[in-house]
């Protein structure tokens, strides 16, 4: 039966999706529940900071300088997408529980993320390759997180493995992919300028603990937003791609 409305849809081009929608949407689904969606965010933003990848190995006296700094980076990509992925998929089943009309249950949602972990962890190892393998193909990183941008959501809610994930969010997104880029754009200039002001201003301070204690919580309420974006954008892709409404995604939950 997918394959069959999956087909229809190619058939015809996707009604385009208004971005100025999913974040009103976004706005008042995350204002109703904001400590829950910042509190999630800002301990994934902490398990983060604890697996960090540290810039420099020593071997010996001799022989240092085994992961440069320039590497770093690169080396983090995946743990820090790894546990991001996870946080973002709570959060996504907890949206699409509200915007069905239901009540959320956070342990319902730990419980589907969890089963679905080892898929999600697969989803985030995929889009980092693909990251890594845009910015060595000088491929728009843009064009490449439109294409995913709704893999995780799409894995959570229709649990499904990783490759499907990824082939359903290119599915979804096509047609609106540019709007999609905007919609990246927006979202991340949204969480980074905040982030930044107050990771300067506690840089001042002098002392990391300090700087880390007053950016972790700006830092999750701006991530847990941004992952309810998410979940509303794929909401919305799903109705225009395939005329989904909320209450025919969510009776995966039942």
């Not at 991340?188 to 300090?210: D, E, F, Q």
Request: net charge neutral; hydrophobic share 60%; glycine share 6%.
């Amino acid at each position: 039966m997918a394959d069959t409305t999956a087909s229809a849809s190619i058939a015809t081009p996707a009604p385009a999706i208004w971005i100025d929608d999913v974040f009103a949407q976004a706005w008042i689904a995350f204002v109703a529940h904001w400590a829950i969606f910042s509190g999630i965010a800002m301990v994934a933003n902490a398990a983060m900071l604890v697996v960090k990848v540290p810039t420099m190995w020593t071997i010996t006296s001799n022989y240092v300088i085994l992961i440069s700094y320039y590497w770093e980076p690169f080396l983090n990509i995946l743990p820090d997408s790894a546990i991001q992925s996870l946080a973002d998929a709570v959060i996504c089943v907890i949206v699409s529980q509200e915007l069905g009309g239901r009540p959320f249950s956070l342990g319902q949602a730990l419980g589907m993320a969890l089963h679905q972990s080892p898929a999600l962890i697969a989803v985030a190892l995929l889009q980092a390759i693909s990251i890594l393998a845009g910015l060595f193909l000088i491929v728009p990183i843009l064009v490449v997180q439109s294409v995913y941008a709704v893999a995780v959501p799409a894995c959570v809610v229709e649990r499904t493995g990783p490759i499907k994930a990824l082939s359903r969010s290119e599915f979804l997104t096509k047609n609106n992919r540019w709007r999609i880029v905007g919609f990246t754009v927006a979202l991340a200039l949204c969480a980074s300028i905040p982030v930044l002001i107050i990771a300067y201003l506690g840089g001042r301070t002098g002392h990391p603990i300090i700087a880390t204690a007053v950016r972790l919580p700006v830092a999750g309420i701006a991530n847990g937003f941004g992952a309810v974006a998410v979940a509303v954008l794929y909401a919305q892709l799903r109705l225009a791609r395939e005329g989904a409404d909320i209450e025919h995604i969510v009776q995966v939950f039942d």
